[in-house]
């Protein structure tokens, strides 16, 4: 079971975030302050870390830099701020993704998801995934439905290769554009036309990528 530390100074959201987390089947820490999540972070051990940015004592910038000097963890960093000198800062000292407040508990679950399935090692990771009539060898990078050969474009594949891994979570249009563009920032509409394409390239089987309004996409296992 993955372990979080929720660090904000507001009760009303540590709790929400809590609630959500645990439904997702998390075990949960908090801190209500940059000091206080530095300390626990130095005496325990967790898997990622919701950090927020204003708060008393120590600010959340400064706390992800402390935290960074003696553990690697992943941090998804919450703030009121959405300029784009913000979010630039904040990746610089070491967050692995930014949300801006307001934010829906959904959102941050998903993105929770997908920081904890890139960090873990795949330790049985299978040569090939398989859905319906539908093949991906990943070895070499093939894709087959109904025992032919497909053609995708590079980004195609790695986006049906991300949606399968991540089969039932919902992915959110910045999420995917981050972790298989690697674009922190970028025209969203750049996922929607490769999913277009991808789903008629997927014929019979397109509708297993679901279209979440307002969100994303989700592949339904």
Not at 16 to 32: C, D, Q
Not at 214 to 220: A, I
Request: hydrophobic share 40%; proline share 3%; glycine share 6%.
């Amino acid at each position: 079971m993955a372990r979080l530390l929720i660090v904000d100074d507001e009760k009303g959201i540590r709790e929400v975030i809590r609630e959500y987390a645990e439904f997702n089947g998390y075990e949960v820490a908090e801190a209500t302050d940059g000091m206080e999540a530095v300390a626990r972070c130095r005496d325990e051990d967790f898997d990622l870390v919701v950090m927020d940015v204003m708060m008393p004592k120590l600010d959340g910038f400064s706390a992800v830099k402390e935290i960074k000097k003696q553990d690697n963890v992943p941090v998804i960093m919450l703030s009121a701020r959405s300029e784009e000198y913000d979010k630039l800062f904040a990746f610089e000292v070491g967050v692995d993704d930014y949300l801006v407040k307001p934010f829906s508990p959904k959102e941050l679950m998903a993105r929770v998801g997908a920081i904890l399935n890139r960090a873990k090692p795949q330790e049985n990771a299978e040569d090939r995934l398989a859905f319906d009539g539908v093949v991906i060898n990943l070895l070499a990078r093939e894709v087959t439905i109904d025992e032919e050969k497909i053609e995708l474009t590079p980004k195609e594949y790695d986006l049906l290769v991300y949606l399968v891994q991540n089969k039932n979570i919902a992915l959110s249009r910045d999420v995917l554009l981050s972790d298989i563009w690697g674009y922190d920032f970028g025209d969203v509409r750049t996922i929607d036309t490769h999913v277009k394409n991808l789903r008629g390239a997927l014929g019979p089987y397109r509708g297993r990528i679901v279209t979440l309004r307002g969100v994303g996409y989700k592949f339904e296992g």
